[in-house]
């Protein structure tokens, strides 16, 4: 009788787990559906994210077969060759079996290579750079904050061209990028590795010292968007945080107006010893043009 109570007790706790899942996923918003479609993505915002997006899909469906066979084989194992009761010992062992050596060590490196070359494919076509960008920032992120810098395509090797703003550590910086229109990233530091990550447009940049790199990219949707840095790079790391407005060309030509009406024409490349507080009480030093 009382395991017939335990089993009752157990469908029962069952039972209610599955109601509470059923009404936990029906709780959930359409915005939070969505994401769960795509695998915890947020919603994408650049050209470059459906490419990424079909690809990091796509990687965890192969992830999930190879699992589902590994794990399958592992079961089918322990039922087939579990010992029995009345067997007089354990299952025949078998130390070695040429044919199962070769196959499981040709198999990985299949799946390896056709992921390699796919990987390859995706990183091609994702930083894809046409040499004609509507739109050029340099970015600089330096000790603790961003810097951008939007230059006049027309006079680009004129560092006085262009306007810029500068974050500080009590003062969110924003980028302004226009809709639809192709914007090249010039991104470096002056100090310390960090890392341009913007999740919506499914694209990160390592910002190397020394090694400045650029990549292409275009805004699709119009919307305020989080930007960060990925790499942890030091004490004051969290506050390496910008926002990003995709709006009208018309809006974002009415920013660097305000931009170059509070005198930020030129350049500021965000040098660390005006940034670089780690040890001290945060205080903001603007570089000025140069």
Same mark, same amino acid.
């Given at each position: 009788m009382g395991l017939k109570d335990s089993g009752a007790r157990r469908g029962?706790?069952?039972? !209610?787990a599955a109601v509470l899942g059923v009404f936990g996923l029906a709780g959930c918003s359409a915005e939070? !559906?969505? @994401? /769960? !479609? =795509?695998?915890?993505?947020?919603?994408?915002? !650049?050209? =470059?994210?459906?490419?990424?997006? *079909?690809? /990091? &899909?796509?990687m965890w469906i192969a992830a999930m077969a190879i699992g589902i066979l590994v794990w399958g084989l592992i079961g089918w194992t322990v039922i087939a060759y579990r010992r029995r009761a009345g067997d007089p010992q354990a299952p025949r062992q078998t130390r070695m079996n040429l044919p199962? *050596? &070769?196959?499981?060590?040709?198999?990985?490196?299949? &799946? &390896?290579g056709v992921i390699f070359y796919w990987t390859i494919r995706v990183q091609n076509e994702v930083q894809h750079d046409s040499g004609n960008s509507d739109v050029v920032v #340099?970015?600089?992120? @330096?000790? /603790?904050? /961003?810097?951008?810098?939007?230059? #006049?395509?027309?006079?680009? #090797?004129?560092?006085?061209?262009?306007?810029? #703003?500068?974050?500080?550590? *009590? @003062?969110?910086?924003?980028?302004?990028?226009?809709?639809?229109?192709?914007? =090249?990233f010039n991104v470096s530091s002056p100090d310390v590795i960090h890392s341009f990550w913007v999740p919506a447009f499914y694209f990160k940049r390592d910002v190397i010292p020394g090694q400045p790199s650029s990549f292409e990219l275009t805004p699709t949707k119009e919307g305020t968007y989080a930007g960060k840095c990925a790499e942890l790079c030091g004490t004051y790391h969290s506050l390496m945080i910008f926002d990003v407005k995709v709006v009208s060309e018309a809006e974002y030509e009415q920013h660097l107006q305000s931009l170059a009406d509070a005198g930020r024409t030129g350049s500021a490349m965000g040098h660390a010893d005006q940034h670089d507080i780690e040890g001290a009480?945060? *205080?903001?030093?603007?570089e000025g043009p140069r």
């Amino acid at each position: 009788m009382g395991l017939k109570d335990s089993g009752a007790r157990r469908g029962r706790l069952l039972a !209610s787990a599955a109601v509470l899942g059923v009404f936990g996923l029906a709780g959930c918003s359409a915005e939070t !559906s969505a @994401q /769960w !479609s =795509r695998l915890g993505l947020p919603e994408a915002a !650049s050209d =470059r994210a459906p490419v990424m997006g *079909e690809f /990091w &899909i796509n990687m965890w469906i192969a992830a999930m077969a190879i699992g589902i066979l590994v794990w399958g084989l592992i079961g089918w194992t322990v039922i087939a060759y579990r010992r029995r009761a009345g067997d007089p010992q354990a299952p025949r062992q078998t130390r070695m079996n040429l044919p199962m *050596e &070769i196959l499981y060590t040709t198999v990985p490196f299949l &799946i &390896i290579g056709v992921i390699f070359y796919w990987t390859i494919r995706v990183q091609n076509e994702v930083q894809h750079d046409s040499g004609n960008s509507d739109v050029v920032v #340099d970015v600089v992120g @330096q000790k /603790w904050s /961003w810097t951008f810098n939007y230059k #006049d395509t027309a006079r680009l #090797d004129d560092p006085t061209a262009g306007v810029y #703003d500068v974050g500080t550590m *009590e @003062q969110t910086p924003t980028l302004y990028l226009p809709v639809n229109k192709s914007v =090249r990233f010039n991104v470096s530091s002056p100090d310390v590795i960090h890392s341009f990550w913007v999740p919506a447009f499914y694209f990160k940049r390592d910002v190397i010292p020394g090694q400045p790199s650029s990549f292409e990219l275009t805004p699709t949707k119009e919307g305020t968007y989080a930007g960060k840095c990925a790499e942890l790079c030091g004490t004051y790391h969290s506050l390496m945080i910008f926002d990003v407005k995709v709006v009208s060309e018309a809006e974002y030509e009415q920013h660097l107006q305000s931009l170059a009406d509070a005198g930020r024409t030129g350049s500021a490349m965000g040098h660390a010893d005006q940034h670089d507080i780690e040890g001290a009480d945060p *205080e903001h030093k603007e570089e000025g043009p140069r």
